[in-house]
């Protein structure tokens, strides 16, 4: 019964309380007694073990109304699930606006510093189900709705600036080639196969694209160090009717930060709820996290001088030609109630705008305001969708649509229709001076099935991202771009995608031919000539916009009995220092005697906490612990995939043994740190600050040294 109720909304005293996410109420027994147990109708229930049958040992009758319906209700209990985006993870917040944009828009939320609106946020994987593993290869979905106190404002984004099509009529080709294979139904949230291949590399646009999702952006560390983009071009209107032009940027204040592929591999084996995990602990821990909102401004001018078509969501505006202002904050502090009925009901739409915030003719834009109303209908099976308290709007509304499915509130009073001459009974009418007004645009032009001549360059920013990452991420890029293709069964479509890389970097092409086994292909004919010179730009790399500290992230340390307690305890006060978390991982979950005969608990097993699961680790084991795990390959597994993926390892001197078991002693590099004193702790969480010790990388993969 507990599990039907949330919390109750009203002093202890209170006899009702909500049920969660539905607005509806459920009666409480007063004075504090146990409830008793009804159906939906309120029947108080006797027995809830046994149907009700005919003789101790004979058939069931069909008069138990008890039994039907709790039958009933439960084969009920699914709803479809998303198309695309199924797998998601939400949280509750707020946005506070921290530089008003009076003079650019009249929307509401940016006319005061300082105040606050309500905000909803759902991160998701796109092609995977709805049980998919959170470390999939995959763009991430950044989806915001924001109460405003004119309407909901959704931003319905994800964490890369640009799409892979440019017209909304491609997507069912795009998610269908991405999805499982019709025939065989796998694989299962992953692009390495031969269709998305076939698709992407019969449809050059997807160039850019490719560049991100090939880069580490696509397998983030927690959905609290990524960015989100609003991605199409989209317009701020003044109280006068002006339009300026606008992208939306959220920046996480802990930086960004990814894991390499090989870990997110086994991530996905480890945990496959990584991300949901990281973000329910953020927050129920109190480390809210947190996003900068900026915008790029810009005007006509420089939409018609600038290299691309601004409607064109394959390109992005690189943040040195046009500034990110900062003009708000996005924090999340609470998590939903219950999972249904908010994260799985919250209904994102993109034409969900407020006054003073418009569209633009960005034809992916223009079909995702007709797809995201459909299918929530499909979704959530009735147009009443917004009568659910996570769609609802938090301002007062008042409209006269009434009845369907599942109708909560329906118009009081005799009017339902407008114009009406009931007068202060006839509900309520438009208002021209507060109403949203569209920004008034000129349209003229045959009807005609057209690509515009301003949208066929595929090349050129995917090559300004190339050029933009750091070594390691080019190399990773590589990397990703061999594993992928190298699942692909039909050898010409894989030299199909290399012939376009020819377009974007020939060394890029050549590295991937060769990691194929692969005779480097002609280059494909592009549409138009690429610009080869555009400038690096430093925003586009995630090792360049890391964290300054080792705030927010998780250090494993290996325990066993007689683990120096001196060691222990400065390498913990040390992560407390930082606001670095850690997790204590023993030969058994009971936990360890340390040295000074205390004993601590242990959060995890050796097999059931491998180093994947840690930004860094500690390996502070006794010599009878060292000896006693040298032969056991959870512990050996766990120190050398943590060289493998580059991670910073702290090490006593007794820990000597088990990583010489491992078979590292010899490749020990300055990305392993001693711990001998108790100050040595604090250099250590210093050093994590880089995250990872990517000079390694080159001496732990074979393909980097071919
Ligand atoms: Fe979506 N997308 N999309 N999409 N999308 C959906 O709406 C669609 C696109 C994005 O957490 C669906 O409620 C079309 C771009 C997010 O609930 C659906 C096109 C971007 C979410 C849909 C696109 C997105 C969705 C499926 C091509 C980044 C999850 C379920 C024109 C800017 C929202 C749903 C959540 C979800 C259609 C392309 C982001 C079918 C037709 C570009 C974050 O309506």
Redesign the pocket.
């Known amino acids: 019964m507990a599990k039907l109720r949330a919390k109750s909304h009203t002093k202890a005293a209170s006899k009702t309380a909500q049920t969660a996410g539905t607005g509806g109420e459920l009666h409480q027994t007063a004075g504090g007694a146990v409830e008793t147990l009804t159906t939906q109708q309120g029947i108080p229930v006797a027995d809830d073990q046994n149907t009700l049958r005919q003789g101790a040992r004979g058939p069931a009758l069909l008069e138990d109304f008890h039994f039907r319906e709790k039958i009933f209700h439960f084969d009920h209990e699914r709803i479809p699930e998303?198309?695309?985006?199924a797998r998601?993870y939400?949280a509750h917040g707020f946005f506070e606006c921290t530089q008003p944009l009076t003079d650019v828009t009249r929307a509401d939320l940016f006319q005061r510093k300082g105040e606050r609106v309500p905000a909803f946020v759902?991160f998701?994987t796109v092609a995977g189900s709805k049980g998919s593993p959170d470390l999939a290869r995959d763009v991430r979905?950044?989806?915001v709705k924001l109460y405003t106190q004119e309407g909901n404002w959704d931003i319905?984004?994800?964490n890369i600036p640009v799409?892979f099509?440019q017209d909304?009529i491609k997507?069912p080709d795009l998610i269908h080639a991405a999805k499982p294979e019709p025939d065989r139904d796998f694989p299962q949230a992953q692009t390495a196969h031969d269709n998305f291949w076939d698709f992407i590399s019969l449809t050059p646009e997807s160039m850019h694209m490719v560049m991100w999702i090939m880069s580490d952006r696509t397998i983030p560390r927690s959905l609290r160090f990524m960015e989100g983009?609003?991605?199409?071009t989209f317009r701020l209107v003044n109280a006068k009717g002006k339009s300026t032009f606008v992208k939306f940027h959220w920046k996480p204040l802990l930086g960004l930060q990814s894991v390499a592929w090989n870990e997110a591999v086994k991530i996905n084996g480890a945990d496959p709820d990584f991300h949901r995990r990281d973000l329910w602990n953020a927050i129920q821990t109190g480390n809210f996290p947190e996003w900068q909102l900026g915008v790029q401004l810009f005007d006509d001018d420089f939409a018609d001088k600038f290299d691309f078509d601004v409607l064109d969501?394959t390109k992005l505006i690189p943040e040195e030609l046009v500034p990110v202002q900062i003009v708000g904050r996005l924090v999340l502090n609470r998590m939903p109630d219950n999972f249904f009925a908010e994260t799985e009901q919250?209904?994102?739409c993109t034409q969900n705008i407020v006054p003073g915030v418009d569209f633009t003719n960005d034809p992916?834009?223009q079909?995702?305001n007709f797809?995201?109303l459909?299918?929530?209908i499909k979704?959530l099976g009735s147009p009443n969708f917004t009568h659910i308290p996570i769609n609802a709007p938090k301002c007062p509304f008042a409209h006269f649509q009434q009845d369907g499915h599942m109708a909560m509130k329906n118009p009081v009073g005799r009017a339902n229709y407008e114009p009406n001459s009931w007068g202060d009974q006839g509900g309520p009418r438009e208002n021209p001076a507060r109403g949203f007004t569209s920004f008034t645009e000129d349209a003229d032009g045959p009807k005609q099935r057209v690509r515009s001549e301003t949208f066929s360059d595929h090349y050129s920013q995917a090559r300004q991202f190339y050029v933009s990452q750091t070594v390691v991420e080019q190399n990773h890029i590589a990397n990703a771009l061999v594993f992928e293709l190298s699942k692909v069964e039909r050898p010409d479509i894989r030299a199909r995608l290399v012939s376009h890389l020819r377009n974007i970097d020939g060394d890029l092409a050549a590295t991937v031919a060769d990691g194929l086994g692969l005779d480097l292909p002609a280059p494909a004919v592009p549409a138009r000539k690429p610009i080869t010179n555009l400038p690096p730009s430093a925003a586009l790399s995630i090792v360049n916009n890391g964290p300054a500290s080792f705030k927010g992230r998780k250090i494993g340390i290996l325990v066993t009995d007689g683990t120096d307690a001196d060691l222990f305890a400065a390498l913990t006060a040390a992560c407390d220092k930082e606001g670095t978390q850690f997790e204590v991982i023993a030969p058994k979950i009971g936990g360890v005697t340390l040295s000074n005969r205390k004993k601590i608990p242990a959060q995890q097993k050796i097999d059931g906490g491998p180093s994947v699961l840690y930004d860094a680790v500690a390996l502070l084991v006794s010599k009878a612990g060292a000896t006693l795990l040298s032969a056991d390959a959870p512990t050996k597994d766990f120190i050398c995939d943590a060289v493998a993926h580059c991670k910073f390892i702290a090490f006593s001197a007794e820990a000597k043994d088990l990583l010489a078991a491992a078979g590292v002693a010899d490749k020990m590099d300055a990305g392993f740190l001693p711990l001998a004193k108790e100050k040595d702790a604090a250099a250590f969480i210093k050093a994590c600050r880089k995250l990872r010790f990517w000079d390694r990388e080159v001496q732990v993969d074979a393909d980097l040294q071919a």
């Open positions: 998303r198309v695309v985006h998601g939400a759902r998701s979905g950044f989806a319905v984004g994800n799409f099509i909304a997507f983009f609003g991605v199409h969501a919250v209904a994102f992916l834009l079909g995702r797809s995201y459909d299918t929530q979704r």
